[in-house]
């Protein structure tokens, strides 16, 4: 099955700083979303981005689908977007079936 | 908007018993996902419904887990027997329209916390 690398697998930052987070996939993808998973568990769906670049406040994402890879940029970081990211992808190749990343720890303190 | 309910929110049971999960997804969404979630690891796909029909269950450990959708609403998942590598988070997802990941209001609910001792 498609194989989903998420880099890197921990980050510290300082408030208002900036951050990159990437996933790297191994085979050409359909889907592909980027979720925010908090500290108490619960997931948000932030981006649906197969391919392009989107934005939503201080949160933008990029996906070059011919590279196998996505991009997920975090600016002017606060407390509350601590927790676990997520870059999860479903192959071209047939099965819909979601793959998740191990994920991206991201712990900003005040 | 109410979000997707699951319940309940944390379960402990000895190895060799069975568990029972509930989920109740977002009115008018015709899809329900069951997600086991490994701590360190990101969530992975059990079973998908379509309505109350399975659209993919081949992630299942059939020879423990099932899981059912009657009416095409709510949702139960059981373990039986339990081991202690089922320990992990389970979580329900819903979404108006099929295809795994395709973003139609695609909503996780907060999940069930099991350990097995």
């Known amino acids: 099955g498609i194989q989903v690398e998420q880099s890197p697998p921990d980050l510290i930052l300082q408030e208002g700083a900036n951050s990159t987070l990437r996933c790297n996939f191994s085979?050409?993808?359909?889907?592909l979303q980027w979720f925010h998973q908090n500290p108490w568990g619960q997931l948000i769906n932030l981006f649906y981005?197969?391919?392009g670049t989107k934005q939503n406040g201080r949160l933008s994402a990029t996906t070059v689908a011919t590279e196998r890879y996505s991009l997920l940029y975090i600016s002017s970081s606060q407390t509350t977007d601590s927790g676990v990211y997520f870059c999860?992808?479903?192959?071209?190749?047939?099965?819909?079936?979601?793959?998740f990343g191990r994920g991206t720890s991201l712990i900003v303190h005040p | 908007e109410a979000g997707v309910a699951q319940s309940p929110r944390y379960k402990i049971i000895e190895k060799r018993q069975s568990v029972a999960f509930w989920c109740n997804p977002i009115?008018?969404?015709?899809?329900l996902y069951w997600y086991q979630q490994i701590l360190g690891q990101g969530p992975k796909l059990l079973i998908q419904?379509?309505?109350?029909?399975?659209?993919?269950d081949s992630q299942l450990p059939k020879d423990r887990f099932s899981a059912e959708r009657l009416k095409g609403v709510d949702s139960t998942l059981k373990i039986q027997p339990a081991k202690l590598e089922d320990s992990a988070v389970y979580l329900c997802?819903?979404?108006?329209?099929?295809?795994?990941?395709?973003?139609?209001?695609?909503?996780f609910g907060s999940g069930t916390r099991l350990t097995v001792v």
């Open positions: 997802a819903s979404s108006l329209g099929g295809r795994g990941l395709i973003n139609y209001g695609y909503t």
């Open positions: 085979d050409s993808v359909n889907n």
């Open positions: 981005i197969p391919s």
């Open positions: 999860a992808v479903a192959s071209s190749g047939g099965s819909y079936i979601p793959t």
């Open positions: 009115s008018g969404h015709a899809t």
């Open positions: 419904f379509q309505n109350n029909g399975v659209v993919d």
